[in-house]
């Protein structure tokens, strides 16, 4: 009896565990979502506070530093822009749409040789507007 009542406590304790693992980045997923559309129609404050929210559930999310950083970008925000951009490349280095963004901002921050090293990578990972960029660098 005891046997099977430890047995219960433990696949419970399990199953809690694993929920509570998938919630956080289902709620993060949905931040980043709801983030998106702020993004997307310009309206940057209420987009912070979902990818910030995002990050609050799932810390790693490479998404949500992406998109948080892009937000920042339009903010003129640079230097907490290049955080959230390093920290979405630092989690998923294949992520080519962060390597291109941070090219870009590179560039307009006239940092030509690291924009020239980040659209070469966003190339080698299959951002096909890379290329163009890379046509002004030596």
């Given at each position: 009896?005891?046997?099977?009542?430890?047995?219960?406590?433990?696949?419970?304790?399990s199953?809690?565990?694993?929920?509570s693992?998938?919630?956080?980045?289902?709620?993060?997923?949905?931040?980043?979502?709801?983030?998106?559309?702020?993004f997307?129609?310009?309206r940057?404050?209420?987009?912070?506070?979902?990818?910030?929210?995002?990050?609050?559930?799932?810390?790693?999310?490479?998404e949500?530093?992406?998109?948080?950083?892009?937000?920042?970008?339009?903010?003129?925000?640079?230097d907490?822009?290049?955080?959230?951009?390093?920290?979405?490349?630092?989690?998923?280095?294949?992520?080519?749409?962060?390597?291109y963004?941070?090219?870009?901002?590179?560039?307009?921050?006239?940092?030509?040789?690291?924009?020239?090293?980040?659209?070469?990578?966003?190339?080698?990972?299959?951002?096909?507007?890379?290329?163009?960029r890379?046509k002004r660098?030596?």
């Open positions: 009896m005891k046997r099977h009542l430890l047995q219960a406590i433990i696949l419970f304790g199953l809690s565990f694993f929920h693992c998938g919630t956080d980045k289902e709620k993060a997923f949905d931040y980043i979502d709801e983030g998106c559309k702020y997307y129609s310009g940057y404050e209420p987009a912070i506070k979902n990818f910030e929210s995002a990050l609050n559930e799932w810390p790693d999310s490479y949500a530093h992406y998109y948080l950083g892009m937000t920042l970008f339009h903010l003129k925000s640079y907490d822009s290049f955080k959230h951009l390093n920290r979405s490349i630092e989690i998923n280095k294949n992520f080519g749409k962060a390597y963004s941070r090219g870009i901002m590179n560039r307009i921050l006239k940092k030509e040789d690291d924009a020239c090293k980040d659209f070469l990578k966003a190339k080698e990972l299959g951002i096909p507007m890379a290329e163009e890379l660098c030596r």
